[in-house]
């Protein structure tokens, strides 16, 4: 017998307030009115939000989303567009709704929901005030804080057929704080052909004209798990149980896995999930949520078939902290016996951390939630996060290797003074990684990218990138990295591929612009410059501030002839940097080849730079 399928959901319930009295008044004028108000309203509310409608009822709707914030914020930004919709009606001419709102489990049959979580909902929905919202204490924990709204405590609500009672909570807002919002969605602009430094635009789907195409083998995206804490400041904990869950995925050689800041792409929001899979190109979609309550820890995970949306699994996994990585491995292997019979559970091995403190490992997490804001500040508060779990675990082998990625960090946006210093600390910390774990992925890439951009030794840095990819061929840093380590060895052309395998493993990477620069470079080396400052425009449309893509737009676009646009780049540039002169371009970044730098050294002569 099939086993039932749950999943954890936000559920909002709404009617119209007098819908029986609107009806007899005028059916056929109240008909069409409540049709323009779905298409006008509630559907842009829903599809800003990730909203998913279960039924429709001539009064109203069930709605399902994946987050109770998202939820809230639909149904406030749906009243509010309501009031602003009505202000010309009469008192009786006047649409009005009312909402319930509950968070708990619910049964899945096909497209269609049932259960508890559906009946508590749409009971709360039948006290909400006219043109207001009622939610219960379940929702109420997951966004109190999180939107700008108050809820009022409405005491425990005996409510029809619902054996037990319902502490139930008034939802209030100010109109100031949610302005009308157009009915159509907004759509993100597109970077033009050869750009040199356009606004940064917000993307909905993969770089390109087309979606991917789907791999020859399994495929899987692990979307980002609902934080269930009650507390924000758990969403490191959360993402890290995520990223480690990747990391026994990505170890299964038959199982194409898309990178962790693709699929958090989507974190906050509610998408359908086969717009997830077309999107990123993937067969599997698993999502899933945390709670962690003192030291016990409950992991729920769903895996679900993106070509039709139908559930294939879903699970509950309970235990203490100190069973967290055995937690996170029965959720691997649970996941890859169900994708398919084809897949080997011979070939899972057990990610199991190099660390005897929790502390420790927590310390890490949260220093890679700060490191993934690439700002000066974060990546120092990064930094010192990574000294506590250190201090607590000095054979903390990732601990050491993210550190060198900090100085990394620090080099490529240029906001350190002593580089001599710092290369041999970051030299330091990937030597120490190394020595203590050779085998792990992330350790050999993040060493062996500090090592080549540190100490010059560049075919030591491609031999560690080769057997990260070896080791986990689903690590789209190293993929991009080894790029890197290709385009400095004077290889530009086999760089490309690797540039390519990288956008692909992660097309909705926030550091998407690593890749495409190092793609620009490899265009350039190749003496290919309108491609060159074509992948350079994309990479600073990303990221603005990113020095390395704004340098190879200037020396692109002046070989390639457009002097303007590599003025223009380079003013940009000189705002940044007002000292740089052609004399230390060597020194300030490294390079291909002595007659790559002869070339970066004229395009920036063409653009106006100073000897």
Not at 326 to 331: E, R, S, T
């Amino acid at each position: 017998m099939a086993r039932e399928q749950r999943r954890l959901a936000a559920i909002v319930a709404a009617d119209i307030v007098g819908y029986s009295r609107l009806m007899s008044r005028d059916e056929s004028r109240t008909l069409s009115r409540v049709k323009a108000i779905r298409t006008r309203h509630m559907e842009p509310a829903l599809v800003r939000n990730g909203g998913r409608v279960v039924k429709l009822t001539g009064d109203g709707a069930l709605i399902e989303f994946g987050s109770a914030v998202d939820a809230l914020r639909a149904a406030v930004e749906f009243q509010q567009a309501m009031v602003e919709a009505g202000r010309g009606d009469t008192e009786e001419e006047r649409i009005v709704f009312r909402v319930g709102m509950h968070l708990g489990d619910v049964l899945v049959d096909g497209d269609d929901l049932y259960g508890d979580g559906i009946n508590v909902a749409a009971r709360l929905e039948t006290e909400a005030p006219p043109g207001g919202i009622l939610v219960s204490r379940a929702v109420h924990e997951s966004v109190d804080g999180r939107l700008k709204a108050q809820l009022h405590p409405m005491g425990e609500l005996s409510l029809r057929n619902i054996e037990r009672p319902v502490s139930a909570f008034r939802v209030d807002w100010k109109a100031a704080d949610w302005p009308a919002i157009g009915a159509q969605p907004h759509e993100a602009p597109r970077a033009g052909p050869v750009v040199v430094l356009p606004p940064p635009a917000a993307t909905t789907g993969p770089p390109g004209d087309s979606f991917p195409e789907l791999p020859d083998k399994p495929s899987i995206a692990v979307l980002p798990f609902q934080n269930m804490s009650g507390d924000p400041e758990q969403d490191y904990f959360a993402d890290g149980i995520v990223e480690d869950i990747l990391t026994g995925l990505s170890r299964i050689k038959s199982l194409f896995v898309i990178a962790r800041n693709s699929s958090f792409a989507y974190k906050g929001k509610s998408p359908d999930i086969r717009s997830v899979g077309r999107e990123l190109g993937v067969r599997y979609v698993l999502e899933g949520s945390v709670r962690k309550a003192g030291n016990r820890v409950r992991i729920t995970g769903q895996l679900i078939d993106a070509s039709d949306g139908g559930h294939i699994w879903a699970d509950r996994f309970d235990g203490g902290l100190e069973d967290i990585f055995d937690l996170q491995d029965q959720v691997t292997m649970r996941v890859i016996g169900a994708v398919g019979p084809k897949l080997e559970l011979a070939e899972i091995e057990r990610a199991k951390r190099k660390t005897g403190s929790l502390q420790a490992y927590d310390y890490y997490l949260r220093a890679w939630a700060a490191m993934y804001r690439y700002t000066r500040e974060s990546t120092d508060e990064a930094m010192g996060l990574l000294r506590k779990a250190i201090e607590l675990d000095a054979d903390f082998a990732l601990g050491h290797a993210a550190m060198a990625t900090c100085y990394l960090s620090r080099r490529a946006f240029e906001w350190i003074a002593d580089h001599a210093r710092e290369a041999a600390d970051a030299e330091v910390a990937a030597r120490r990684g190394l020595a203590l774990d050779d085998h792990d992925a992330r350790v050999l890439t993040y060493c062996g990218y500090a090592l080549l951009l540190t100490t010059g030794r560049g075919e030591e840095a491609l031999s560690l990138l080769d057997r990260a990819i070896d080791a986990d061929s689903n690590f789209a840093q190293a993929w991009a990295w080894r790029g890197t380590a290709r385009n400095i060895l004077g290889d530009p052309e086999a760089a490309i591929p690797d540039f390519a395998h990288a956008l692909r493993l992660s097309p909705l990477d926030p550091l998407i612009w690593i890749p495409q620069s190092g793609t620009a470079f490899a265009h350039f080396y190749c003496g290919r410059y309108d491609e060159a400052s074509e992948w350079a425009g994309k990479a600073l449309q990303r990221r603005p501030n990113y020095v390395n893509a704004l340098r190879v737009a200037v020396a692109a676009n002046a070989l390639a002839g457009r002097v303007d646009a590599a003025r223009q780049a380079y003013g940009t540039y000189r705002t940044m940097f007002p000292d740089a002169r052609l004399s230390s371009i060597k020194s300030r970044f490294r390079l291909g080849t002595a007659k790559d730098t002869d070339r970066f050294v004229e395009g920036f002569r063409l653009a106006g730079m100073s000897e």
